[in-house]
């Protein structure tokens, strides 16, 4: 980093000099001791551009910092629609700290407060509700030094009788009085033009070493946003000079520290139709007729129980009822009113129904004879858009009661957009549910089991961990969207399914029990994500001051329902939870070791009380366990830094990053972890991605990602494990991109950075075999950071494992010593991933390649490879 920053110099000064705003800087030997500072904020991008500031000697020259670098954001409300800072004002109290309250919006009756040392690092926000129904505009702070106390003043403007002044006090930020009304106007804002539109703010007299740390600021961060956006398009004239290199690879094996074994994972979330239309095997869509407008937010109309359902002809009519349904938690039927026998109702599952000719596949539905009906049987068979059949087969007589009636078939041909018809035999009403078709043949032949070929791309990446089920699925769009891992298990007719925070349905059919038993299948821990009694911080529903919280006199049925979880997980047969997990097939224990709490939250005071008291029950009842905790969703910010304060103050022994950052960040960042305090938690690194403009998932991308990884496994004492993400995504689903694995209703399509992620995980180590490499003759930064190495062994199956990776435009002749090891195989196994730079096809190639103690490598231009040495004993 030190080299980094000598770089960084004399780029600023290039800056320096170019900039205007800079340029106008007084030079050291002239500096002011003390200045005034304009602290605003613009109308512009809806009022989200958040806190700036400006500098003058005298009020009437101004020269702006940035020049509207925005050194604090509002975090109010959802992305894309809030998030806003109206008329900012800060006051600076007597023991130093920074004050800044702004008003959020023209609706809610709060304002917004967060405090600062340095008003460049800011502390969590706060959102006090005042009065609600009202708005808080254009609040101000008083500071009283006789009593501590600060008295916050607003314009409450939604007032019948017109606008009207409110007060509260408070002494902390936190507790504040009741507001009441005043009278009086105090507008201690002030109006400069400063650069064509007049601006209102607050002024300040400041040191002027304030103003150079904030000048500071924003010059590190237009220089690091300078260097992380670096791509490779431009490699043809960055490194137009470049020749060929040569590099060498010194590793001392006598050096090897244990790093962690659980390094490589995978993250799966319910996100672009991962489960239901994805990696869950049920065929039919919206099988239980629950589908509701309000999965996507009321937007389309035709989402509803009848989505995916259609008469084959008008002998019959269709309609969806609520009363006596099988489950509470599935209310809504089809009711078929049957004039003359022969039509039927039809699926047509999830953009068609895919089959294979000569495979089995079994039906299931739930049917009842409803005032009367005549006795009689129901045809379920497949068909094609012309009438083709596919398969046929026929249930017993329907009684009047909910059962359950299953059949199975065998595909007579190939099809791809099938559909599913139930044909009632008889006249009159029958009600219809749980209506299901699974292939026979799904991931270790499970009941209610899991697409096999998409199971076992995900198996192919070997991964020591499977986090679910999200993400921002897990802690849902307002409180009563946070998943609630009881919902899910049981029989699939009593599950509850409910919206999908990405704007579908969830029906739980994939849930905590099968999640479990997948798991178990492909030999990686379970680690199940709960939402910390906070919903997402984007929810649209969680109430003012932001995401809201699990009301308090919940929280101890909330954290039971955690330490049931564990039971379901471990406990025995006889207690209530092991239970039900032997019920569900499962008599032994599922061997839960850790258990992630929050995802990426809002670090606010409604989070913390609620982390902390379920860290703590679960520290008392299951030290056994590892709690994961959260940072936030991002690398750096008030909530890293905050996070990491309560995670180091509880002394939680994981806790969950999150990152996606350009390749050139990745790159750039290769000593992140080397900083890392061995002391304090280590880290899960959940989610992370290298994002590229136009958000492609190529070899550009997954070579960044390479690189990476390779500061990862050296770090991987202090990072205990990681997770690309998103994990799938089915093709015209798609709500997030890039993602690892695509697929669609026949093929799944492995990205490049799908292979990355598997040579890590089929070639990792428990060692981390310390090296040295250099690139002879060249000592450029942008060439240096783009070679990187990693050596591991894995001292079970007794194997060296050299990474290495090329993210630049010409080959690197390698020369690689491994010191201290005599018993090496002389031939080695060699894999390389390489292509052109935007590739979205380049795939692994492997061959064997002599090797021994030294040996020498060719890396060509843009590659990864990875090099397997047999340890002879
Ligand atoms: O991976 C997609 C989303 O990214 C996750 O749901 C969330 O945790 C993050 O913001």
Not at 121 to 132: G, L
Not at 141 to 154: K, L, M, S, V
Not at 396 to 412: C, G, H, Q
Request: proline share 6%.
């Amino acid at each position: 980093m030190k080299k980094l920053f000598a770089f960084m110099g004399s780029i600023c000064f290039i800056a320096f000099l170019c900039d205007p705003v800079q340029a106008a800087r007084p030079l050291s030997a002239n500096q002011p001791d003390s200045v005034y500072l304009f602290a605003y904020a613009t109308n512009k991008n809806f009022n989200r551009n958040g806190l700036h500031f400006a500098w003058s000697k005298d009020k009437t020259k101004w020269f702006c910092l940035g020049p509207e670098h925005s050194y604090l954001r509002c975090d109010y409300g959802r992305w894309g629609a809030e998030k806003r800072m109206i008329t900012p004002f800060i006051i600076q109290s007597p023991d130093g700290w920074w004050h800044c309250i702004w008003s959020l919006n023209e609706k809610d009756g709060t304002f917004a407060h967060a405090a600062s040392k340095d008003l460049i690092h800011w502390k969590r926000q706060s959102y006090p509700v005042m009065a609600q129904g009202k708005n808080c505009l254009q609040p101000e702070i008083a500071y009283r030094h006789e009593t501590g106390e600060y008295t916050i003043t607003w314009i409450s403007s939604s007032e019948p009788a017109g606008s009207t002044r409110y007060s509260t006090t408070t002494l902390d930020f936190k507790n504040y009085t009741p507001a009441k009304s005043c009278s009086g106007s105090s507008n201690k804002r002030e109006t400069f033009v400063l650069t064509d539109t007049p601006e209102t703010g607050t002024v300040h007299k400041v040191a002027w070493e304030t103003v150079e740390n904030l000048i500071n600021e924003y010059q590190l961060v237009a220089y690091k946003n300078q260097l992380f956006n670096e791509q490779a398009a431009d490699d043809p004239v960055r490194f137009a000079w470049l020749k060929p290199l040569h590099a060498t690879l010194l590793v001392d094996t006598r050096q090897s520290f244990p790093i962690s074994q659980h390094l490589f994972g995978v993250f799966f979330e319910d996100i672009s139709y991962a489960a239901d239309g994805g990696l869950y095997a049920e065929l039919v869509q919206n099988r239980d007729f629950e589908y509701d407008p309000s999965d996507k937010e009321g937007n389309d109309k035709t989402w509803n129980s009848y989505k995916a359902w259609s008469l084959t002809g008008n002998q019959m009519s269709f309609h969806i009822d609520t009363v006596s349904p099988i489950h509470p938690h599935n209310p809504h039927y089809a009711v078929l009113d049957v004039a003359s026998s022969g039509d039927g109702l039809a699926n047509e599952g999830f953009d068609g129904i895919v089959l294979k000719a000569g495979e089995k596949y079994n039906a299931s539905l739930f049917a009842r004879l409803l005032n009367g009906g005549k006795k009689g049987k129901l045809t379920v068979r497949l068909t094609g858009k012309n009438g083709e059949v596919y398969g046929t087969a026929i249930t017993r007589p329907i009684s009047s009661k909910w059962e359950k009636y299953t059949v199975s078939f065998t595909a007579l041909q190939d099809a791809v957009d099938a559909r599913l018809e139930v044909v009632p035999q008889f006249t009159g009403k029958i009600g219809l549910d749980m209506i299901s078709l699974f292939p026979q043949k799904t991931f270790k032949g499970r009941t209610n089991g899991l697409r096999p070929d998409i199971a076992q791309t995900i198996a192919d990446l070997h991964p020591r961990f499977v986090r679910f089920p999200g993400g921002c699925v897990a802690h849902g769009d307002g409180l009563g969207n946070i998943y609630r891992w009881k919902n899910t298990i049981g029989p699939l007719e009593a599950r509850k399914p409910q919206r999908n925070l990405w704007g579908y349905h969830q029906t739980a059919g994939l849930g905590y029990f099968e999640f479990f038993q997948f798991c178990e299948d492909i030999k990686a821990e379970p680690l199940p994500v709960i939402a910390a009694g906070v919903p997402c911080q984007n929810s649209g529903t969680g109430g003012s001051g932001q995401q809201g919280g699990i009301p308090m006199c919940d929280m101890p049925q909330y954290i039971q329902d955690i330490l049931d979880l564990i039971e379901y997980a471990n406990g025995d047969v006889k207690t209530t939870w092991g239970k039900k997990r032997a019920e569900a097939g499962h008599p032994q224990p599922f061997n839960l070791k850790y258990i992630g709490i929050g995802n990426e939250d809002l670090i606010t005071d409604i989070f913390e009380e609620r982390f902390t008291m379920i860290f703590n029950a679960l520290k008392e009842k299951h030290p056994e366990i590892t709690v994961i905790g959260t940072v936030g969703p991002f690398c750096e910010g008030t909530d890293y830094e905050e996070g990491w304060e309560i995670a180091t103050k509880l002394g939680v022994p994981i806790v969950d990053e999150h990152y996606y950052q350009t390749p050139g960040w990745f790159i750039y960042n290769q000593d992140f972890y080397d900083k890392y305090d061995r002391n304090k938690s280590k880290v899960y690194l959940g989610e992370y991605a290298a994002h590229l403009p136009g958000r492609p998932n190529n070899l550009e991308t997954a070579l960044a990602e390479a690189l990476y990884l390779t500061s990862v496994e050296r770090n991987g004492d202090v990072v205990e494990m990681t997770s690309y993400a998103p994990l799938l995504a089915k093709e015209g689903h798609t709500h997030w991109n890039p993602d690892l694995i695509y697929f669609n209703n026949r093929e799944v399509k492995p990205t490049v950075g799908y292979y990355v992620q598997q040579l890590y995980g089929q070639n990792a180590g428990n060692e981390y075999l310390p090296g040295k490499s250099s690139l002879a003759g060249n000592n450029n930064p942008a060439v240096q950071r783009r070679f990187a190495t990693s050596v591991v062994r894995d001292t079970l199956n007794q194997v060296v494992i050299v990474k290495l990776v090329n993210l630049l435009p010409v080959s690197i002749q390698t020369d690689v010593k491994l010191d201290g090891l005599t018993n090496l195989a002389s031939t080695g196994s060699r894999t390389v991933l390489t292509g052109e730079i935007s590739s979205k096809t380049a795939k692994p190639v492997s061959d064997s390649i002599p090797v021994g103690p030294e040996f020498s490598c060719s890396l060509p231009a843009y590659s990864f490879t990875v090099i397997r040495i047999k340890i002879n004993s």
